[in-house]
T-cell receptor, first 116, second 112 residues
Framework: DQQVKQNSPSLSVQEGRISILNCDYT??????FLWYKKYPAEGPTFLIS?????DKNEDGRFTVFLNKSAKHLSLHIVPSQPGDSAVYFC???????????????FGQGTILTVHP | EPEVTQTPSHQVTQMGQEVILRCVPI?????FYWYRQILGQKVEFLVS????????KSEIFDDQFSVERPDGSNFTLKIRSTKLEDSAMYFC??????????FGPGTRLTVL
């Protein structure tokens, strides 16, 4: 099942710089997208989301961009901090607003390492 | 801040044995989910549960699996006869009614 893909297994950035994590999807029925952060031996922690009616959503240091025509989304972290080092998962859901039961389809994850 | 909790954190069992994984979702949430992540693989959807019944399930969720909400707070996943390939991290998630699911810390299931 390759409906959601994160093509970069890992990303390394310097503290203070921008981290950009990318995600592509193939299913045009997806209309809600989420980013989760995960530390080893813990569950995914919700970071930020975006509905398909928007092309940008910002929350503090985190911004998610959605390009529906390209079926691509990205997560920008500015400035990056060493505590941001974790695995980042992109996830997609089939319908927003409660009209589906909300099954999430996940990408493979990208390991982000932020060096001091 | 309310959170999803799961017990046990690690369960070791023999092949063929039954296991029950327990979750306490966030108290005012209405939709409940189980996912799993086999080592090195993606997080995969297993089942969703709403209004006291299964609303959707994946191909993985065969007759060996069942879910139950026995009271107003617990949500359980039962595997009737475990196989080696059931070894994975199992995550419970819940949501209130919007689109954001909140995950528990997971139960690591090891089948020997």
């Amino acid at each position: 099942d390759q409906q959601v893909k994160q093509n970069s297994p890992s990303l390394s950035v310097q503290e203070g710089r921008i981290s950009i994590l990318n995600c592509d999807y193939t299913n045009s029925m997806f209309d809600y997208f989420l980013w989760y952060k995960k530390y080893p031996a813990e569950g995914p922690t919700f970071l930020i989301s975006i509905s398909s009616i928007k092309d940008k959503n910002e929350d503090g240091r985190f911004t998610v961009f959605l390009n529906k025509s390209a079926k691509h989304l990205s997560l920008h972290i500015v400035p990056s901090q060493p505590g941001d080092s974790a695995v980042y998962f992109c996830a997609a859901s089939g319908a927003a607003g409660g009209t589906s039961y909300g099954k999430l389809t996940f990408g493979q994850g990208t390991i982000l390492t932020v060096h001091p | 801040e309310p959170e999803v909790t799961q017990t046990p954190s690690h369960q070791v069992t023999q092949m063929g044995q039954e296991v029950i994984l327990r979750c306490v979702p966030i108290s005012n949430h209405l939709y409940f989910y189980w996912y799993r992540q086999i080592l090195g693989q993606k997080v995969e959807f297993l089942v969703s549960f709403y209004n006291n019944e299964i609303s959707e399930k994946s191909e993985i969720f065969d007759d060996q699996f069942s879910v139950e909400r026995p009271d107003g707070s617990n949500f359980t996943l039962k595997i009737r006869s475990t196989k080696l390939e059931d070894s994975a991290m199992y995550f419970c998630a819940s949501k209130q009614g919007g689109d954001t699911q909140y995950f528990g810390p997971g139960t690591r299931l090891t089948v020997l």
